[in-house]
């Protein structure tokens, strides 16, 4: 890896190409990566700190101190005083731009401060209660559930019904073959949202409102899926289906036993496009789902979101919270999806 890493067109030197290819492999990486490093230290800041201005890059939060004959620690702040002097003093009330300050070893003595003759004492502090509370608070374990629910079953139910379609268009010769697929094709070109109010209106004649069901089967059967899966049995030698048969094999053990283990490797790539689909889907679950019990994360996140209050703190927590099942799905099975792309592009 150090010696892929530290490789140069040069001979012992950097080229001025090398320093244009890391400069530009720099720049899409802060690209990439920036906004979700920022979102993850955000979610360990208070609801105080986000509101902050200007904007910290890390979770500080205003110290505080506790003052005898208050009950809540105060807010610490250094004031300067008419002598220029700087000293630590805790703000007892505000009332415009003017503050009541208390020294911490003198409660006795009060002062009045101009808030600009001050600046807050912050100290780094992860918020961890951020994610903690939201177990309490919110039914995130609900909603938790449902998602995986959806996720898992629907990648199960997409994988057994796209591969049985590709390796019938694959392994089969019939009249209209080719009319079938180009079909089956073609709907790609039609964007989700055209068929949004016929979907809504089968799935509520069959009585599927407000059921984790009526997310999952309206989705199962994608043209992306067989299309994938088609392209990578075409490379399977059509001898050992043959085989098979003379074996007196049926047709569903030729498909069980040998077809899908042979195609494992596109299997795995739309298992992880499925559930990268199903985890972040919003659309469909938005209008089939209105009871907060069956809500996905999806949904729970867009429901915390207020018209007049929207407690950031749980909101960013929970964004970071969906993003890693996402995240270790896509990074422990990403070398599956350019070997069965690869692949499926062979023939």
Same mark, same amino acid.
Not at 110 to 135: G, H
């Given at each position: 890896?150090?010696?892929?890493?530290?490789?140069? %067109?040069?001979?012992?030197?950097?080229?001025?190409?090398?320093?244009? @290819?890391?400069?530009?492999?720099?720049? !899409?990486?802060?690209?990439? $990566?920036?906004?979700?490093?920022?979102?993850?230290? @955000?979610?360990?800041?208070?609801?105080? +700190?986000?509101?902050?201005?200007?904007?910290?890059?890390?979770?500080?939060?205003?110290?505080?101190?506790?003052?005898?004959?208050?009950?809540?620690?105060?807010?610490?702040?250094?004031?300067?005083?008419?002598?220029?002097?700087?000293?630590?003093?805790?703000?007892?009330?505000?009332?415009?731009?003017?503050?009541?300050?208390?020294?911490?070893?003198?409660?006795?003595?009060?002062?009045?401060?101009?808030?600009?003759?001050?600046?807050?004492?912050?100290?780094?502090?992860?918020?961890? @209660?951020?994610?903690?509370?939201?177990?309490?608070?919110?039914?995130?374990?609900?909603?938790?559930?449902?998602?995986?629910?959806?996720?898992?079953?629907?990648?199960?139910?997409? &994988?057994?019904?796209?591969?049985? #379609?590709?390796?019938?268009?694959?392994?089969?010769?019939?009249? !209209?073959?080719? #009319?079938?697929?180009?079909?089956?094709?073609?709907?790609?070109?039609?964007?989700?949202?055209?068929?949004?109010?016929?979907?809504?209106?089968?799935?509520?004649?069959?009585?599927?409102?407000?059921?984790?069901?009526?997310?999952?089967?309206?989705?199962?059967?994608?043209?992306?899926?067989? $299309?994938?899966?088609?392209?990578?049995?075409?490379?399977?030698?059509?001898?050992?289906?043959?085989?098979?048969?003379?074996? %007196?094999?049926?047709?569903?053990?030729?498909?069980?036993?040998?077809? &899908?283990?042979?195609?494992?490797?596109?299997?795995?790539? &739309?298992?992880?496009?499925?559930?990268?689909?199903?985890?972040?889907?919003?659309?469909?679950?938005?209008?089939?789902?209105?009871?907060?019990?069956?809500?996905?994360?999806?949904?729970?996140?867009?429901?915390?979101?207020?018209?007049?209050?929207?407690?950031?703190?749980?909101?960013?927590?929970?964004?970071?919270?969906?993003?890693?099942?996402?995240?270790?799905?896509? #990074?422990?099975?990403?070398?599956?999806?350019?070997?069965?792309?690869? @692949? +499926?592009?062979?023939?």
């Amino acid at each position: 890896m150090k010696d892929f890493l530290t490789r140069t %067109h040069g001979r012992g030197h950097m080229d001025w190409t090398d320093w244009l @290819s890391y400069g530009y492999l720099l720049i !899409g990486l802060f690209t990439m $990566f920036a906004p979700v490093v920022w979102l993850v230290m @955000s979610s360990f800041k208070s609801e105080a +700190a986000i509101s902050q201005f200007p904007p910290t890059f890390l979770p500080y939060t205003q110290k505080s101190v506790q003052v005898v004959g208050h009950e809540k620690p105060l807010p610490l702040f250094l004031t300067r005083d008419d002598k220029g002097e700087v000293k630590p003093m805790a703000q007892v009330r505000r009332i415009g731009i003017m503050a009541t300050m208390v020294d911490p070893a003198n409660p006795e003595q009060q002062v009045r401060v101009n808030i600009n003759d001050r600046t807050p004492v912050n100290e780094l502090q992860f918020a961890l @209660s951020n994610y903690t509370e939201i177990f309490g608070k919110f039914s995130f374990g609900l909603y938790l559930w449902n998602s995986v629910f959806i996720t898992v079953v629907a990648t199960l139910l997409t &994988l057994l019904i796209n591969s049985m #379609a590709a390796f019938a268009l694959s392994k089969y010769k019939f009249r !209209g073959q080719k #009319a079938v697929f180009l079909l089956i094709i073609a709907t790609l070109m039609i964007p989700p949202t055209i068929i949004l109010v016929p979907v809504f209106l089968v799935i509520n004649t069959v009585g599927l409102l407000n059921s984790l069901w009526g997310v999952i089967l309206p989705a199962i059967a994608t043209p992306t899926g067989v $299309f994938l899966l088609r392209q990578y049995m075409l490379t399977i030698p059509d001898e050992l289906l043959e085989a098979a048969r003379m074996d %007196h094999a049926s047709e569903w053990r030729i498909y069980w036993k040998i077809i &899908l283990p042979l195609a494992a490797p596109a299997l795995a790539v &739309l298992a992880i496009f499925s559930v990268m689909w199903r985890w972040n889907d919003f659309l469909l679950p938005l209008i089939v789902l209105s009871r907060s019990e069956f809500f996905t994360l999806q949904l729970a996140l867009n429901a915390f979101q207020g018209e007049l209050n929207t407690q950031w703190h749980y909101l960013l927590a929970m964004t970071v919270i969906t993003l890693i099942p996402i995240t270790l799905v896509f #990074a422990f099975l990403q070398k599956y999806i350019t070997t069965g792309i690869a @692949s +499926a592009g062979v023939k």
